[in-house]
């Protein structure tokens, strides 16, 4: 009985959501990106009852409008990442009316495909910069701006209810005519790409171009017509450490795929230590300093070099090198 009721609340609720649409189309805002006004994701029962959680629930990225030509960016969440077009949240932040400024927002499935919750719809108040972050929980997606305009303007929050299922764990970033930019991307917890490089995401090998046009100015990312790519992940070398006397000194250090912490200690003849470094460092670190320091013995005795975990407190990589 108990679950045949729930069934009928999930039918109501899809039913209501048919009908709110019907009545709001009206009054919904023309997407300048699309040739007819798109189509509204109905919610299935499975989706409304979708409680699960996957590695592709948040993305986060710094955006920017440049200019006043239409442009948008944004960010993908639960893709496949394969199929541009899989019933994924594509959620987008866009400048259509010259004013410099981005002045609508949407919740999209696909590439830039049908709408669900608030489908296409206009910001409280326009703006040209700010920190997005996307997040879903169960059929609930959730955009927030927040740091908009460097703090001088308000945050702003949109929820839109109904996603799709999620196909998949992967999250991503979209772009259009190669405007609008986007940078520092992050899972929620660590910034997985600065765009440092330039060129395509995907000839990093941490991106696929689901649908070509990505790509990186050394800075940031912008897209071109319904480019879109999925982040899939970086190839890291495991945390390690070295110090060799050649007779300069050289430390070479490596962080593995999470942020580590990394310390330098020098000890002496008398029995004492004195830490010379100590710094975070990001995930997929790797470098070896190669230094003009020859230690000379006394009073060094000995140089050694530490990476820690922050998450599981501990060394996880360790090297010592005595001096001669």
Known sequence: ??????VSTLVVLVLA???????????????ATLSAAPTMYVPTAADLAYSGVTAGDVAEGDIQAVGTSLQYTGLVLNGDGVNPNAAHPFL?????????????????????????GLGFFALTQPFNNAHMRASRVGSTVTIAFT???????????????????????????????????????????????????????????????????????????????????????????????????????????????TVKYWLVRFYFANGTSQNVLQTGLPACFSNTFNTN???????VTAIC?????????????????PVP
């Open 1 to 6: 009985m108990k679950k045949k009721v729930f």
């Open 17 to 31: 959501l048919v009908a709110l649409t019907a009545v709001f189309a009206a009054d919904k805002p023309a997407d």
């Open 92 to 116: 987008k932040v866009q400048q259509q009316n010259a004013s410099g400024s981005f002045e609508y927002a949407a919740c999209y499935t696909g590439n830039n495909g049908s709408a669900f």
């Open 147 to 257: 740091n908009v305009n460097g703090g001088a303007l308000p945050n702003q929050t949109y929820v839109c209810e109904g996603a799709p299922t999620p196909p998949g764990g992967n999250i991503g970033t979209l772009g259009y005519a190669n405007i609008a930019k986007i940078d520092n991307f992050s899972n929620g917890s660590t910034v997985l790409d600065t765009f440092s490089y330039t060129g395509p995401l995907g000839a990093t090998g941490n991106w696929f171009d689901a649908a070509p046009g990505m790509n990186a100015d050394g800075s940031r990312a912008s897209g071109g017509s319904l480019a879109l790519s999925f982040w899939v992940g970086q190839v890291c070398p495991g945390p390690s450490t070295d110090v060799a006397l050649n007779p300069n000194l050289a430390l070479s250090v490596a962080t593995g795929s």
């Open 293 to 299: 320091y020859v230690p000379v013995n006394p009073p």
């Open 305 to 321: 070099s530490f990476v820690y975990d922050p998450a599981v407190p501990g060394v996880v990589a360790q090297d010592c090198a």
